[in-house]
């Protein structure tokens, strides 16, 4: 008896790839496949006619792959569904499969390679939808939701085992999977703590205080989603390092807690020595307007400043913080300073900085921001700028705030090409968003501009009082 070929319903909005995709089933005769160049389209279809699989691409306009699946989940419809994407994130991985995504599908450069990867997952699917998928999510399905991730990144379950431990976080931690994977007691922080102590991944339903009395930063957190937040670690050299970490909870199909995820990535060249306080980052920075002090034009304030005395404390700020490192006491320094005048952008830039050192990054951008204002080509100010906004682009993994990074830092170069720090922060910046190309040639250029003794270093206001 003949078998009929698989049908499959293809959503994308790349024409040239259902074109393809297309051509090539009708050539193998394994699937019939029929197009969809949006999740609207691909919703009136199936009021129409039902399919053995659908394949719908991640990120589209309007509705994305992801809204297009809870969408099917919430009628009830249990087709097999295999997200399509180019990402290679392993946060797009768990939102695909915590709404009942089948498998995940990277977008690759080669056609055939690309269909045949294609073929295999339709017949996975159409095995799995006959068998009747198993109650909760499989071991098998986290580990290749790892695997899927470029990211370092490994996943342990309800009993605090690893289950996953993929290629990326080999290289970060040179711990291979065979001697993780299955170990439980927290051993698997020892790479990066150099002794056991509970992680990011072992914290995803505990209180912020309880996170943040394990020496974590919090930046973000969503309920029932992913808690993103820094600390400092161990290396096994004894060397400090700064890590992002990013955990992130994984249901099953009843919606049960199944696994826990954690992406870690090594920060130490953002954050240096900056300091990370027990305490929770203010949201993401909405707003880029910096209200100045209130300072009324009085007499007083006049006479403040004919007597020199928004100098004086400008001075005791920069040594409160240059030389004893408090903080709190050098931003009251300059405080006063600006109430003499507030536009002073040197004092401006170095309360940032203050700001920047207790870890309270949205006050050390107002106050950058503001001494950019009122001097837009100094290098100095410039710098700093653009370190605030790399750091703030890291921990949010914010390509917005990355690519503000890049801008202030090019900047700085067309003044001064031979600032090796930063090309290498444009270098760093490029490597955040994934861009290997560009970020080696800015790593290359600071490298030659160190090798051939032509750096440039920044001068700095505070330097003359130091």
Known sequence: MKTEPTSVLLIDDDVALLEMIKLMSERSREMTIHT?????????????????????DYDMPEISGIEFLKILRKHGDT???????????????????????????????DPRHQFRELVTMVKKAMERSAMGRALGTTQRIIVDMINFSSDPCFAIDRDGKVVAWNDSIEQLTDVPASVIIGKGDNIYSEPFFGTRKKMLVNLVFESDEEIKRQKYMLVSRIQKGPVVAVTRGLKKDGREWTLWMKAMPVYDSQGQFVASV?????????????????????????????????????????????????????????????????????????????????????????????????????????????????????????????????????????????????????????????????????????????????????????????????????????????
């Open 36 to 56: 969809a160049q949006s999740a609207k389209e691909a919703l009136g279809t199936l009021e129409q006619k039902s399919f053995d699989v659908i394949i719908v």
């Open 79 to 109: 087709t097999p569904i295999i997200v399509f994407t180019g990402l290679g994130g392993e946060y797009a991985a768990i939102e695909a499969l915590n709404n009942g995504a089948n498998f995940l599908l990277k977008k690759g450069e």
């Open 262 to 466: 954690g992406t870690i990535r090594d920060v130490t060249a953002t954050f240096g020595d900056v300091a990370l306080p027990d305490s929770k980052l203010d949201e993401v920075i909405q707003r880029t307007d910096v209200a100045s002090p209130d300072s009324k034009k009085s007499k007083k304030n006049l006479l403040n400043k004919i007597l020199g005395k928004s100098s004086s404390h400008y001075r005791d700020g920069v040594l409160l913080y240059a030389k004893e490192k408090k903080y709190p006491e050098a931003i009251a320094a300059f405080d006063k300073a600006l109430e003499g005048d507030n536009k002073l952008a040197h004092v401006w830039n170095d309360r940032g900085t203050c700001y920047r050192e207790m870890g309270d990054h949205t006050n050390a951008l107002k106050s950058l921001l503001r001494a950019v204002e009122l001097s837009p080509d100094n290098t100095e100010y410039l710098f700093n700028l653009g370190e605030i906004l790399e750091m703030i682009g890291v921990m949010y993994m914010s390509n917005k705030y990355l690519d503000s990074a890049i801008q202030t830092f090019k900047m700085v170069v067309n003044q001064m090409p031979n600032n090796a720090s930063a090309w290498n922060h444009l270098g760093i910046c490029f490597k955040e968003m994934g861009k290997a190309d560009e970020s080696k040639f800015y790593f290359d250029r600071a490298r030659d501009i160190m090798l051939w003794k032509k750096d440039t270093p920044i001068k700095r206001k505070r330097d003359e009082f130091t």
